[in-house]
């Protein structure tokens, strides 16, 4: 028997009491520590996300939410653009790339990124002028029309193989872009089984929101949509399905050949990220009313400031909670120093000293603090899984969260001194407590 | 040899002399007031007195939980209040042993380890308390050391506490109307084990008690009387 033991029953023959106050400081330190990881982890992600990009054109309704949509793939784009406005920027001699993207279709859940082979061959889904391109984990880009590369992601969830063949569903599951002649139940349920697609590569993981993304050719996503829209019209006009034309290529109309991005890159020195071309071209894409244009890195900072905002109130809460959780501590101490008397007394005669009687207490306070800090910790490694997988899920942002030891150790060590703090009034109660008090049978 | 090992092996295993003690904001009048009393080692006395006469305070004082305002009292040879904080109830717990009327036992502890816990605090390594408390208490007929307490019959509990009382091998036991709430038939049982155990293990016994039934026990009885003054007898 040590000192230790005393406390370990002391806390036993309280147990409901003692499950509760570890809960609660076990809820205050997990919410800290999922705040503390996912902060940085998310700040880096969005940031990393972007890619090298430097200005973002859509028909988005505002800059953010076109970043959001048309790089995190957070819902399909709700309107688009004609190619040929594309066109006349991608005419533009500043320009290092621009490239056409589509996105409103999915692959179960999975949002597709219709797009052009220079989208591979150009754009770095890292941030900076250094950062690495996409690269393949097996098979090749796409080829054919109907070839599709996957996002890493999208081939670890859903096992598919190069080779495999696949058929993209209507609609991104989230704001579904009208189709004409056909309901929104339609449109959202509607599945393009009669345009198979033959998974030609697998890309290695970004850190991105593209490795949820499935890629597939500009080309066929028009096609599909042709194929769909002039049956719509046939039927609208009552005209047999067989005098439709077969969409190809080459039959394309303007109007069936629509984007809903244009990725960006303004030609800077080698090494630089910066260039006066970059804000004079961003000036010049904004006099045209149509276009929506975005910075995105100036975005995701208007974000990160948003975002900054909450994520100090939150930390601030999570604070609260871990005060209120420590005074949760003293309650419940101070609570049972009632039918502690007689323990302390029987203690005391037993030659316990007033300093031993205070140090009992304060241990089991600390160990409240310390039984919490260990089920906060283990509900943070729960939580922080729960809740990148629901951040991918949501908004396709790839978070690898991660929490310096430095945080951690200040956390548990936050909560086992408020815990400390919060057993002093009834430790004082302890050892200010009388034998004679303490026993009454004593007379 | 620390101060509080100093021990009067062959003297007195209690002394008191010119004890005065009353509360705060008491009245005028001492609540205890013995001019002297001396208990030799091994020796059993009773000390009787009517109920709210101030048999628990002087307990108390004997075993320095509480502070007289005259007075000395020596247990073993070692002034008590001459020692301070822990140094005291180190001392209580090696060399004074205290039982109760209603046992003090703790719940959520077995026998074994209410005993266990008087032999930690009073200093007894950690190898050989578990050895000795088992021992103690077969010695004193428990059948369930295992067992906690309030699941023993109100004898084997008082048994408990007289093991208790003598884990750390007390020179003195204090016993507070240790039969006060016990049949007739159990109390007398339970003043056997108290009387023959402390005779054993060589410790002196001072039982207070208002019970005039417990006199033919004794061959030395002392009263406390009235509350203002008692003077008992070398």
Known sequence: ??????????????????????????????????????????????????????????????????????????????????????????????????????????????????????????????????????????????????????????????????????????????GTPKVEGMSPEEADMHVHDEFPYVIAGILEPTGSAHDRAVFISLDSTWIIHADERRHADARAAGRPAESVPEPTKENLRPEEKLI????????????????????????????????????????????????????????????????SSAISIALALYNSMEQRRRQIAVLRVLGASKR???????????????????????????????????????????????????????VAMGAVVLACLAGVLPAVMAYRTTVQRGLRAVG | MSATDQTDTGGAALRIEGLKFRHAGGGPGWLIDVASLRLGAGEQMLLTAPSGAGKSTLLQLIAGLMDPQEGTVEVAGQEVHA??????????????????????????????????????????????????????????????????????????????????????????VLADEPTASLDPETAAGAMDVIQESCRAAGAALLCVSHDPAMGARFARRERLGGGVRAAAGV
């Open chain 1, 1 to 174: 028997m040590t000192d230790l033991t005393l406390v370990r029953k002391s806390l036993l023959a309280r147990l409901p009491s003692t499950v509760v106050t570890v809960l609660t400081v076990g809820v205050a330190v997990a919410l800290l520590l999922l705040l503390l990881s996912m902060r940085e982890a998310g700040r880096q992600s969005f940031q990393r996300g972007t890619g090298d990009m430097h200005i973002l054109v859509s028909a988005d309704a505002s800059p953010l939410a076109s970043v959001l949509n048309s790089v995190f793939y957070a819902a399909a784009p709700a309107r688009a653009l004609r190619m040929d406005i594309y066109e006349k920027i991608a005419e533009d001699p500043r320009l290092e790339y621009a490239i056409p993207v589509q996105q409103g279709d999915n692959f179960r859940g999975f949002p597709t990124m219709a797009t052009v082979p220079a989208f591979f061959e150009k754009f770095r889904p890292e941030a900076g002028a250094n950062g690495r391109g996409f690269r393949l984990r097996a098979g090749a880009f796409m080829k054919d029309t109907f070839d599709v590369v996957l996002g890493a992601g999208v081939a670890e969830a859903t096992g598919a193989k190069v080779g495999d063949k696949l058929v993209i569903t209507h609609g991104a599951g989230r």
């Open chain 1, 260 to 323: 809903t991005g244009v990725y960006i890159r303004v030609k800077t020195r080698e090494g630089s990220e910066g260039s006066p071309a970059i804000g004079a071209v961003f000036d010049q894409l904004r006099r045209d009313v149509r276009l929506t244009v975005a910075r995105p890195s100036r975005e995701i900072d208007r974000l990160l400031e948003i975002i900054g905002n909450i994520d100090r109130i939150l930390i601030a809460i999570a604070a609260v909670v871990l005060v």
């Open chain 1, 356 to 410: 031993r009687v205070f140090g009992l207490v304060m241990t089991e306070s600390a160990i409240l603090g310390l039984l919490g800090a260990g089920v906060g910790a283990a509900a943070a490694a729960l939580g922080t899984g729960v809740v990148v997988a629901e951040l991918q899920r949501r908004t396709g942002l790839v978070v690898d969260p991660t929490l310096e030891v430095r945080a951690f150790v200040a």
């Open chain 2, 83 to 172: 020692l301070r904080g822990a140094a005291r109830d180190a001392f209580r717990g090696r060399r004074i042993g205290m039982i109760f009327q209603t046992f003090q036992l703790l719940n959520g502890f077995t026998a074994l380890e209410n005993v266990e816990l008087a032999m930690m605090l009073g200093g007894i390594g950690a190898g050989e308390r578990r050895g000795r408390a088992a021992e103690l208490l077969r010695q004193l007929g428990i059948e369930r050391p295992e067992a906690e307490p309030e699941r023993l019959s109100v004898g084997q509990q008082q048994r408990v506490a007289v093991a208790r009382a003598l884990a750390c091998g007390p020179k003195l």
